[in-house]
């Protein structure tokens, strides 16, 4: 699908509302095939039970038009923003900004958001730095790309940091992950994406760990060394036994993607961001002429 | 594992008794959703809430909803929550109020399992983010108290064939989360000793 206006605010602030309800409804293709698969090859009664459930939920939601998940989730936007993009990014933010207020009123959504101390509800999903926005600038280039990653609760409340210590390498890395699943059981509601983010610093590593989870399931890091990493942590996670909706079974996870940035000689962070199950995630492209081009593959 | 139909709320408490940690479930009639704050409001607050919890199954929730009329609200999408942030609730639900069932998902930690036995309670286990499904099990939203708490209000909703649950904690000190906690913490062990 693609749309053409003129108003570089107002096709941002369409494509933000468009792609927020859009990524609650329908999830992405590698994710079906990824449920499809976990169905297939589930032994437990308990773990089939809920392959089928889910199955049947996300052919529901389409039919219905509903969404997959009550759970409309904090948004979430990745932006790349071409240098030559007439926007400035100040103005994307408030067009994002007013984009998710709009989905959330119009549809309507669950208001998710609330002060962190008085937990009184700011509005309609929108409040004190919030949508959460990551940027990325890229040179040469006049287009902006928009993920839109709205992510739950449940899952997100699954999140762990561990600053390893050199001596821990690899091992270490691959204890924390393992541990950190175990220790989540059913909470993220598993079979999900399992993101890890290895290096940088503290918060850097978290923030690697969210860029993974909204990767296509299927995808592998382009370092041979990253990606050995992922299939060694998917395979062990696997054998754990904690099943779908941590009820016991074979399938535990659908893919563990890692992210890594160099890091200090005395650092070897590791942050675990777990995706559940409905990883829901829309994608859109705005060129510099405002016209709007929709991908939930992405 | 049996496969079994339960009608809430329950007066008998063989209803209960006859599950095990494991079996499928689907259950008719009326269940009460509440969440974090409704609990907060009762326990810590010390307020009486406004509808009969006897023998009652209540349902980790905060709904999408639509408001019609005063009380009157439109069901758009109805999900379910982590159950384990509410489970110091669970004796009080039980020896105050009588609940008979708590579902939700992800589970509940292994403090739940004593209290559910002593009192004769179950948890369920439901399939989380399978909202759009649950939505079409519910047939209609009959009551609503404390919206001023709104979304975490106290809800009585009208269910056919709600489910399929999973008896995750029996009331016979069954629980499938010890169960495969238990055995993961081994596996672990096993895979340390390879890395």
Not at chain 1, 209 to 226: F, Q, W
Not at chain 2, 58 to 73: E, M, S
Not at chain 2, 79 to 107: D, H, N, P, W
Request: with cysteine.
């Amino acid at each position: 699908m693609s749309v053409v206006t003129t108003d570089l605010d107002t096709a941002v602030a369409d494509a933000a509302a468009h792609l927020y309800v859009w990524a609650l409804k329908d999830i992405p293709q590698d994710l079906r095939d990824a449920l499809r698969d976990a169905a297939g090859r589930e032994t437990s009664v308990t773990g089939q039970r809920v392959l089928q459930t889910i199955l049947r939920n996300v052919s529901v939601a389409e039919d219905e038009k509903n969404l997959v998940c009550q759970d409309t989730g904090i948004a979430v936007y990745y932006c790349k923003v071409g240098e030559h993009f007439p926007l400035h990014p100040a103005r994307i933010y408030a067009a994002l900004r007013e984009g998710t207020e709009r989905a959330t009123v119009e549809h309507p959504l669950r208001s998710n958001t609330v002060h962190t101390l008085t937990r009184e509800n700011t509005g309609p999903n929108v409040g004190f730095r919030v949508p959460i926005v990551h940027w990325d600038f890229v040179p040469d280039w006049d287009g902006l790309d928009v993920k839109c990653v709205p992510k739950g609760s449940g899952s997100e409340n699954m999140s762990f940091l561990k600053m390893c210590v050199p001596a821990d390498g690899v091992t270490g890395i691959k204890k924390f992950v393992l541990e950190s699943i175990v220790g989540a059981g059913g909470k993220p509601c598993p079979p999900g994406i399992v993101g890890v983010g290895i290096g940088g610093s503290a918060d850097y590593a978290m923030h690697l760990a969210k860029e993974a989870i909204a990767r296509p399931v299927g995808t592998h890091n382009p370092d041979p060394l990253v990606a050995e990493l992922e299939q060694d942590l998917y395979e062990l996670l696997n054998e754990t036994g904690v099943g779908p909706m941590g009820l016991g079974g074979d399938v535990t996870v659908l893919s563990v993607h890692v992210e890594h940035a160099d890091t200090h000689m005395t650092l070897n962070p590791v942050a675990v961001n777990y995706q559940c199950w409905a990883a829901r995630r829309a994608s859109a492209h705005v060129a510099a002429d405002g016209t709007v081009a929709f991908e939930r593959d992405a | 594992m049996a496969t079994h139909e339960v009608r809430f709320p329950v007066t008998d408490p063989a209803e209960i008794l006859k599950l095990r940690a494991g079996d499928e479930v689907v259950v008719q009639g009326h269940i009460i959703g509440i969440r974090d704050r409704t609990q907060i409001r009762i326990f810590d607050q010390g307020i009486e809430p406004p509808m009969d919890l006897s023998g009652a199954f209540l349902l980790h929730t905060a709904p999408n909803v639509r408001k019609l009329g005063p009380g009157k609200y439109e069901k758009l999408c109805i999900g379910t929550t982590t159950s384990a942030r509410m489970v110091r609730f669970t004796e009080g639900l039980g020896v105050q109020y009588g609940v008979r069932a708590i579902c939700g998902k992800g589970g509940f930690p292994d403090e739940a399992i004593e209290p559910m036995q002593r009192l004769g309670m179950v948890y369920f286990a439901i399939v989380g983010g399978a909202a759009a499904l649950e939505t079409t099990q519910i047939e209609e939203i009959e009551e609503v108290a404390w919206e001023e708490l709104m979304p975490e209000c106290l809800w009585k909703f009208r269910v056919k064939d709600f489910g399929p649950l999973t008896v995750g904690i029996d009331a016979h000190g069954g629980s499938l989360y010890r169960d495969v906690q238990s055995r993961a913490l081994e596996k672990l062990e096993e895979i340390y000793a390879r890395l």
